[in-house]
């Protein structure tokens, strides 16, 4: 190898190993959503789901929720078997999936599957692995031989090559079909020819296992259990040693290191990631052994910054995109009680090591070494038994001062010294200025101690805050964290009443506080302040943080609203690039100064205790957090840029919960599919923060829907329209561009349309005019027929009688249309309230009654049973068209021969109807009506109608109220009757009797009409 390729692979080699230290490792198991830790391959498609296919299922992943499809027997649409040999995206975007049944492709827009061959034509013991051509076609080994599935028509044909011995992988390569088998040979099949062979020779012997195959820059690597073999210009190599000569065996799978083409990452059968240069044909090293313990690796797949490893104990993700910090895990001695770590700080002199305070409180001073890895307490401090320990810990060139209540100790790190100081107040913050001053925040004011001098001066402040904030604490002025900016004015600030400077020369205090109308505002109770470079001063609240400009007198805040995932924050520090870094009660984050944005970082669960006291520390370009049990370095060098979403896609759409894959277009639903779910997601596998949907219906939402989250949408009872789907995804606080995902129609129902409201218009207006025609020439008819009648049949000394006759026939004429108009008045309601299955099931059986009311519009007398089929569809229709308001029964003695008893027609009907109208309908409550119908004597029929109504005077006051007066003309009409059948002899009666309570209060109305049947069967 040349001198510059060595120069080249030494650099490289170097870089990479940096960045892997600071590469981040995430282990995916069953316990976090996978259906098997047996992996056998990972990919991802056009849409940037991740699939995984495991021998449980196959699984698809977003980077956030796992979706399983299993095997369901009695889905004929479902996978055929669990086990899962390989899958593939074509040049079309389509997932291809060999199973333990054959070849399937996933249909995306139903959700489902679909096999192209029969259960029992393709065999597979354990693979078949697929791979494409340059036409875009997929090659499929089997054990009963070789297929091919062309581009353009999707078709499984068979090859010359009918028998493969347990094939392992597949590749296209120089105008040939490479196949790979464990112990039975290296096949390759001759596109052009239909041809294939056994590849053997002495570097390949028969039995070698060759398990995977990867086709890089003209040449073909094999990874085989005796090493890393290369096929390039039709010659074969193997390379199986490290440069000390070690022999690697036992490969599984090989694939390219991340934007590096000379190194190849080689996976085992054992429990190492091998690291091949095709600069030296060597082996240089192992990728973090510790990391995959006794795994299997069966295939790798890079994707941006991720490496992910498919193993036989989970799948692991190797992340190199710089998002997390490092983390260093101190071995306490099993008796330090105090395990928490604050206040870091390094001396010059001193680059490996890291000095801290250890502890909750009145922590103690400790050391740890990062290179030598060794932790240590300095004894030595406090040198005073009475003094119980310390509460802060500041840094000054190869000085660090550490401060406890009632002391302040000065340790001299060149020269391994010493100093004590005590003083008389309660010791809550510390700070070295320029001018070597150090200034002590305390929990009564401001303390100063000069180090020439080695005198305490205190500076005492009175602020009267609100009520509430001066009982909030118990001490006199708490100050929490002090600064200087670039002029040399000191600023501090208090938990308690806000932000502060002091004037040193002038010895003055100046509040600079936040306006509030409430009794108290959290942004002005403060924890911690920095000054950027241009003296903006950076403070960390119960609010968030915040931005105060001096020269402006401004504050600007910045919290949840602007992606800040914490609600208080305890500690800032400003990093590389002015960066602001805080730690608050939910995560580590860096607010970007330039565009407003923030970027949280995560950390482990368990890194998370006591972050009220965790206290950010800068050294060199590092930010510091320590947790109990060690501390994090993030370096403020590296971008930790929010990583933009990519486009956002549909998972599912379903009506009324039933999946429907009419959403790859434009789809047409009928009205009664009004009920739609839309489940949506942005695949992100690289990114801190959780991305924040929002959407909308365009045609019915007027404004965003936020779901936080979770990207789910449901919509009830949408009108008749065109609709379009759109969605929004963010990350801090910066919205995507809207993507438009879905567009529907909903069809109207036919009774919806205009052409059938303005023909029921037109057909209603028709009825009338028909039905009003029909009844006036009926009338004449009948008039006309019953003159003829009566001049037959009736004598001249029955005059009387034949004038009766047609005074009852003018009384009949009056009762018909009155019902009509009334039962019209019914159809129109439901016609403008537009209910229109209730107008089409009245109007069916409207349209029967009236019927009837023809035919017995034709009759002078009708069988009572025909009086009764028409009262019944009356009472039907009128309890339907009062909403059920009020029961109703209908009783006939079953002593009465109702087809041969006969009288006029709507005798009994207009009495019902007064009922209903002036006595339920008015009632508050729901009501009742009885129609008792008896035989009461040889000759008489009595029907008794009785309601439990409003009654006839609550009834009456009704009318006058509504300035008109109501005259009964069911009443009228029945006396009149009643007063002819009395002419000649045979008595009726009718009497209207209004029921009362115990109370004498109205409970109805009772009609009593015996009705002397023996007079209409002598006129008949």
């Known amino acids: 190898m040349s001198v510059i390729k060595k120069f080249l692979f030494c650099i490289f080699f170097f870089a990479y190993t940096n960045i892997y230290a600071q590469a981040d490792i995430t282990h995916y198991t069953t316990n976090k959503g996978l259906p098997s830790n047996y992996i056998i391959k990972t990919l991802t498609d056009n849409k940037g789901f991740l699939w995984i296919a495991t021998i449980n299922g196959l699984c698809r992943f977003d980077g956030i929720n796992f979706t399983i499809y299993k095997h369901n027997p009695s889905d004929s649409n479902s996978l055929r078997s669990n086990w899962i040999t390989d899958i593939l995206v074509d040049n079309d975007g389509i997932l291809w999936i060999t199973t333990e049944w054959g070849i399937c492709h996933y249909n995306y827009y139903n959700d489902n599957f679909s096999y192209l061959n029969k259960i029992d034509e393709l065999y597979i013991l354990y693979k078949a692995p697929m791979c494409l051509d340059d036409k875009g076609n997929i090659w499929v080994a089997f054990e009963n031989g070789l297929y091919f599935l062309e581009n353009k028509t999707k078709k499984l044909k068979s090859t010359s090559l009918k028998n493969i011995a347990d094939p392992q992988s597949i590749a296209y390569f120089n105008n040939k079909i490479y196949i790979s088998t464990r112990g039975n040979g290296l096949y390759y099949y001759e596109v052009a020819s239909n041809q294939y062979k056994i590849e053997t020779n002495k570097i390949l012997p028969k039995q070698t296992h060759i398990m995977h195959l990867f086709v890089q820059d003209k040449k073909m690597w094999m990874a085989t259990d005796i090493g890393i073999v290369e096929l390039s210009n039709n010659h074969y190599t193997l390379y199986n040693k490290f440069e000390n000569e070690r022999k690697v065996e036992k490969l599984m799978c090989i694939n390219k290191i991340i934007n590096n083409d000379s190194i190849l990452l080689c996976g085992s059968y054992g429990n190492e990631i091998y690291i091949f240069n095709k600069y030296t044909n060597k082996f240089t090293g192992n990728f973090n052994k510790e990391a995959f313990p006794n795994t299997i690796v069966n295939n790798f797949f890079t994707q941006d910054k991720n490496i992910w490893i498919a193993t036989d104990r989970g799948l692991f993700k190797v992340s190199f995109s710089d998002r997390y910090g490092k983390t260093i895990n101190i071995p306490f001695h099993a008796e330090d009680k105090n395990k928490l770590v604050t206040n870091i700080i ?48 500041y840094q000054y060139k190869d000085f660090y001062w550490a401060a406890g209540d009632s002391v302040l100790d000065l340790f001299n790190a060149k020269h391994n010294r010493i100093k004590h100081y005590t003083h008389s107040y309660k010791t809550i913050s510390l700070y070295v200025a320029k001018n070597d001053f150090i200034w002590i925040g305390t929990d009564k004011g401001l ?137 608050g009660n939910e995560y580590i984050f860096a607010f970007d100064r330039r565009d407003s944005t923030f970027i949280n970082l995560p950390s482990e669960e368990y890194q998370n205790r006591f972050y009220f006291i965790q206290t950010l520390s800068k050294i060199n370009s590092n930010i510091l957090c320590g947790f109990e049990g060690g501390f994090t370095i993030y370096n403020t060098n590296n971008n930790y840029s929010i990583h933009k979403p990519q486009h956002i896609v549909i998972n599912k759409v379903s009506v009324f919960e039933a999946p429907n894959p009419d959403f790859s277009k434009n789809a047409v639903f009928k009205y009664y599919n009004d009920n739609i779910q839309i489940s949506f997601t942005c695949p992100q596998f690289d990114n801190n923060n ?106 001249l000394k029955l005059k009387d009688q034949e004038n009766a006759e047609l005074q009852l026939a003018s009384l009949r004429s009056q009762m018909n249309p009155h019902f009509i108009f009334n039962s019209l008045n019914s159809i129109q309601k439901y016609i403008w309230e537009n209910k229109q299955e209730d107008a089409n099931e009245y109007l069916t059986k409207f349209a029967k009654l009236m019927r009837l009311i023809l035919e017995h519009s034709s009759k002078k007398l009708i069988t009572l049973e025909e009086e009764l089929t028409a009262l019944k569809l009356y009472l039907e229709l009128e309890h339907r068209r009062c909403n059920n308001k009020f029961d ?97 002899g045979l008595i009726g009666k009718l009497e209207v009797i209004d029921l009362y309570n115990e109370n004498k209060e109205s409970k109805g109305t009772k009609v009593i009409l015996q009705i002397p049947i023996e007079y209409f069967e002598k006129i008949k």
Not at 450 to 456: I, P, S
Not at 483 to 504: A, H, M, P, Q, R
Not at 545 to 554: D, E, G
Not at 568 to 577: E, H, K, L, P
């Open 346 to 393: 390094q001396l010059n002199s001193s680059k490996q090591e890291y000095t801290f305070l250890c502890g909750k409180k009145n922590a103690k001073i400790a050391t740890y070494n990062i290179q030598t890895k060794k932790f240590f307490i300095n004894k030595e401090f406090p040198n005073n038994k009475s003094i119980s320990g310390y509460n802060c810990l």
């Open 888 to 984: 109703y029964s209908l009783i006939v003695d079953d002593s009465i021969e109702k087809e041969k008893i006969i009288m006029p027609p709507l005798l009994i009907q207009p009495h019902v109807e007064n009922a209903i109208w002036h006595g339920l309908l008015p009632k508050e409550t729901r009501g009742k009506l009885q129609v008792n119908i008896k035989l009461l004597q040889a000759g008489i029929i009595e029907c008794l109608v009785e309601d439990d109504g409003i009654g006839r005077e609550a009834s009456n006051k009704i009318n006058e109220k509504k300035h008109h007066k109501h005259n009964s003309i069911a009443i009228n009409i029945a006396k009149e009757r009643l007063k002819v059948s009395n002419s000649l």
């Open 690 to 795: 959780p991305y924040q949907y929002r959407y909308r219906l365009v045609g019915l939402d007027k404004n965003w829907l936020y779901t936080g989250t979770i990207g789910k949408a449901s919509y009830n009872n949408i009108q008749p329209g065109k609709y379009s789907f759109e969605v929004q995804v963010s990350v801090g606080n910066k919205w995507s561009k809207s993507e438009k995902l879905l567009a529907f129609t909903i069809q109207p129902a036919f009774w919806q349309t205009w052409w059938f409201k303005t023909l029921a218009i037109i057909l209603s207006v028709f009825l009338v005019i028909f039905i009003t025609y029909s009844w006036n020439r009926n009338k004449l008819k009948s008039i006309e027929a019953q003159n003829k009648a009566r001049e037959k049949e009736i004598e």
């Open 447 to 583: 303390l100063q101690f000069n180090d020439k001098t080695q005198k305490f001066k205190f500076f005492e402040y009175s602020f009267l805050g609100t009520s509430i904030e001066n009982s909030s604490f118990s001490e006199v002025f708490p100050i929490t964290a002090i600064t200087e900016d670039s002029k040399g004015i000191l600023w501090l600030v208090s938990i308690k009443y806000g932000l502060f400077s002091f004037d040193i020369n002038k010895e003055i205090f100046t509040p600079y506080r936040q306006k509030t109308t409430l009794a108290y505002n959290a942004l002005n109770r403060i924890s911690s302040i920095a000054i950027d470079n241009d003296d903006n001063i950076w403070l960390g609240t119960m609010g968030g943080i915040t931005c105060y400009q001096p020269l402006k007198n401004s504050f600007k805040n910045y919290n949840s609203e602007d992606g800040l995932t914490s609600t208080y924050v305890y500690s800032i520090a400003i990093g590389f690039n002015n960066r602001i870094w805080g730690r």
